[in-house]
């Protein structure tokens, strides 16, 4: 009995340890959106994003273009085409148009994978200075806004200005 009692008054000592020294931990936070959307170079990172999808909606459309062209010829000469030569040119039809959707899908994975290609370098910045003055400022965790629920802005530190001082952005 005395060994249970010990037992619990230590376990009860350092779960009260361990809240005192979690109350004196400093949290904080930031919008990693915002901050992205004023950063030197976004519009670099934009315009080469805006050029990748242009050449891939140049592809699609020279796919459907031609698709058209074949679907117009087969109807202009199906009524005079034989029953094989019919099903021949509706295969292909069908064919053509499994690879524009596939080509549709595969380009909207490549546009993903090309605009975190693009952001990567400038969002490695942005963790980079969150580090640096969370650190300067004995900050131990910092949680981006634009990924919680609710938090409660006056127990944390509002991280946005002394990272946007990091990156010198005004």
């Known amino acids: 009995m005395r060994k249970l009692i010990k037992t619990l008054v230590a376990l009860c000592g350092v ?7 979690a109350s004196a931990q400093k949290f904080g936070y930031v919008d990693v959106q915002e901050i992205m959307m004023q950063m030197p170079g976004l519009d670099s990172v934009q315009t ?8 891939l909606m140049s592809r699609l459309e020279v796919m459907q273009v031609e698709q058209n062209k074949k679907f117009d010829e087969y109807q202009k000469s199906a009524s005079t085409l034989s029953e094989a030569v ?4 509706e295969r292909e039809l069908a064919g053509l148009g499994q690879r524009i959707q596939e080509f549709q899908q595969q380009a909207q994975l490549d546009l993903q994978a090309k605009e975190q290609e693009l952001s990567q370098p400038l969002l490695d910045k942005i963790d ?3 580090e640096k003055v969370s650190k300067a400022n ?3 965790a910092v ?4 990924v919680l629920e609710y938090f409660d802005k006056s127990v944390m530190v509002d991280m946005g200005p002394l990272v946007k001082a990091e ?4």
Do not use: E, P
């Not at 019919?86 to 040119?89: E, N, P, V």
């Not at 949680?143 to 634009?146: A, E, G, K, T």
């Open 48 to 55: 080469k994003l805006q050029a990748f999808y242009q050449d």
């Open 128 to 130: 980079s200075a969150i």
């Open 143 to 146: 949680f981006n806004v634009n």
């Open 15 to 21: 779960f009260l340890m361990g809240t005192a020294s």
């Open 167 to 170: 990156l010198k952005i005004k």
């Open 86 to 89: 019919k099903k021949d040119k």
């Open 138 to 140: 004995g900050v131990s």
